[in-house]
Nanobody, 121 residues
Framework: QVQLVESGGGLVQPGGSLRLSCVASGSIFSRYTMGWYRQAPGKARELVAAITTGGTTNCADSVKGRFTISRDNAKNTVYLRMDSLKPEDTAVYYC???????????????WGQGTQVTVSS
């Protein structure tokens, strides 16, 4: 059974930082490129960063230089380090499979519950 469990969100002031974590079931994690997605109120879900099984990364222009994706294959966990956060980064963040190069969404049918990130003063 597929499992995706995101955590680490919260309320942070503009300019602050957060690190999100996602534990994925082994059947997905060990074989696929993983990505972080986000969905803001009233907007479509978008891919923000992706990382291959070998560690090659890519990210959306809107987060370039501020967000860093990484993974720990031994722990089946993918991380998203978010620095210099802006109010427009406010969204629910999810992890799922993705494609890194070229960069595009490629999620499985199942989604986890996500983790809320709110950037506000």
């Amino acid at each position: 059974q597929v499992q995706l469990v995101e955590s680490g969100g919260g309320l942070v002031q503009p300019g602050g930082s957060l690190r999100l974590s996602c534990v994925a079931s082994g059947s997905i994690f060990s074989r696929y490129t993983m990505g972080w997605y986000r969905q803001a109120p009233g907007k479509a879900r978008e891919l923000v960063a992706a990382i291959t099984t070998g560690g090659t990364t890519n990210c959306a222009d809107s987060v370039k230089g501020r967000f860093t994706i990484s993974r720990d294959n031994a722990k089946n966990t993918v991380y998203l380090r978010m620095d210099s956060l802006k109010p427009e980064d406010t969204a629910v963040y999810y992890c799922n499979t993705a494609n890194s190069r070229p960069f595009y969404s490629a999620p499985r049918d199942y989604w986890g519950q996500g983790t809320q990130v709110t950037v506000s003063s």
